[in-house]
């Protein structure tokens, strides 16, 4: 059995893809449309010292294998991307017969791995696992998000519609569930790079004030606001959720910063956000879930040490109780999971046709990094391994919920 018949076996696929490897060996049907090519045997080695996507994912990431033609396809084919189904001994022994380097754990890794050290989702850690993420180039997230720096799941009015098109549905969106009207006040934690800010200060005169980790979001923001000639309105800050003073806002909205609080700590983050609603205020919260409850919160080893440290993403049930429990009362609720999976094929479009500049702004690796991780979230969205779930809650005034009959953001 040679090399590319050996990596086929173990990583498996359907007939769709074509193996070849460096010592000329081919598997699979030739010609086809996806190709994975085994350049070194680093290749193998990272596979065989970290099983699973963690693996596969150094060895993609540094370049020791190729995926040639669409990553989203090529994922979609491959049908467990695992070594765990070859039993340990076979790997050895297959290992040692096709001359392989290292086989052991002691293989280098990447560079651009990361692990957080200190108390999981304290805030020194979360801001250093928010800083790993998002503040690396607000030119590289321009280029691959578009203009509207919208960097969560967008709501396309059809499967066609432009991605900004999506993106101002999505913030209109929400601006309509929360009942925004003029002169309200919004407090919008995670705000990313100021979209929802902007949104409701432009399109509803809003008094809007955005909180982020990252600085560069922060002082992109700001420039932002400055420049829409927003600023008697709109602000944005480098500041934890946690540290926020005021009280009393009329909406809060929170999109796409549950999955990073940590499920043992969302009880306080949900008592937090209650507390800063004055009574008929309302919360949306938009976040990634698990399909059920019965998942375990943490993240894979790829995405947690590459992607997204620290992440956690929990059921959508689970943020429906919580929510519950800490005296919301839950109004509406949509998954629309189909919508990340439009959106994550834009973003990779737009990476794709700014890869030569990409790689020259934040490396090989790390470009590599975000196309192989647009890639398998997409096919997680598309195989409902994980959702996107807007809920909706109102803090009552007495019982008094301030709500309409029927929903009247349609």
Known sequence: MRLAEVFQQVVGSD??????AYDGSHAGPEGAGTRIEVRTPMALSYLASAP?????????????????GDVHGALAHLSELSLREVPWAQRVNLLAMLGRIRVNNRVEVPAQERRLHGMRHSKARDREAIAHHYDVSNKFYEWVLGPS?????????????ALEDAQFAKHDLIARKLGLEPGMRLLDVGCGWGGMVVHAAKHYGVRAVGVTLSRNQAEWAQKAIVEAGLSELAEVRFLDYRDVR?????????????????????PAYFKSLYGKLKPGGRMLNHCITRPNNLQRARTGGFIDRYVFPDGELVGPGHIVSLMTDTGFEVRHEENIREHYALTLAAWSRNLDDHWDEAVEEVGEARARVWRLYLAASRLGFDRNNIQLHQVLGVKLDGTASGMPLRPDWA
């Open 149 to 161: 720096m919208a960097y969560t799941c967008a709501v396309y009015p059809e499967p066609g519609a």
């Open 15 to 20: 007939q769709a893809v074509e193996f070849s």
């Open 52 to 68: 699973g996507e963690l693996g596969l994912a150094r060895a993609y990431v540094t370049g020791n294998l190729e995926i040639i």
């Open 246 to 266: 005021e009280e009393g806002f009329d909406a809060i909205s929170s999109i796409g910063l549950t999955e990073h609080i940590g499920k043992a700590k969302l």
